[in-house]
Every structure is written in C-alpha cells, then in structure tokens.
C-alpha cells in the first residue's frame, strides 16, 4: 500500500467535514468532501495579502479521492450545501497529493 491509498479517506477522522459541490469550466463534481479552515499567513500571501476583510476568506482541505478524477484549480468554484459560494484563488497540494487546499474569497451575494 501506498501513502496516497493510506491516507485517502482519512476525512472520516474529522467531524466537521461536509460535502461540497466543485465546479470549474471542465465540469462539476458533488459529494466532495471537504474541510473549511481558517487561512494562514502563507495561504493569504499566495493571493498576495489583499485580505482586506479575514472574513471574506478561507481555505478548504478538499479530499482528492472524492474529487471523482477532477483537480482544483484557481477560478473554480466551491459550493457549500447551505448555498454560500467561495471562489478558489490558490492551490496547494497536501498529504501525499490525497489533499488539496485551496485558498479561497467568498462570494458577496
């Protein structure tokens, strides 16, 4: 066995995951298992520190195998089943590329 497959669906270890549709101009994948968290200095320099509002952003941990074959990427778009929409402007791969973290701006609807 490899990492990746050692640590794959290692999102059951947290409770606060949920599922998440993803969706860029290749398509959309839904029951994608996610993690919001708060962003950190580096994520935030990755889109340059124009976190005027701590608010407006944050980073999802998106489980790969869940993704269905997809890779985040920056412009894509995660959606939250309580509708709230996030923008992705940074992609970092995570645990052995089973994890993707994506620094993201909230839509201001």
Known sequence: MNYYDAVKNNWRAFGDVEAVAYADAAGEATGV????????????AKVNGLAALSGSYATFVLWDATLTGKQPHAGGVITQTSGAQWTVQAVQAAQWNSQWRCQCIRHVM
Do not use: I
């Open 33 to 44: 298992k996610a993690r919001q968290v708060e962003p950190d200095r580096s994520a935030l």
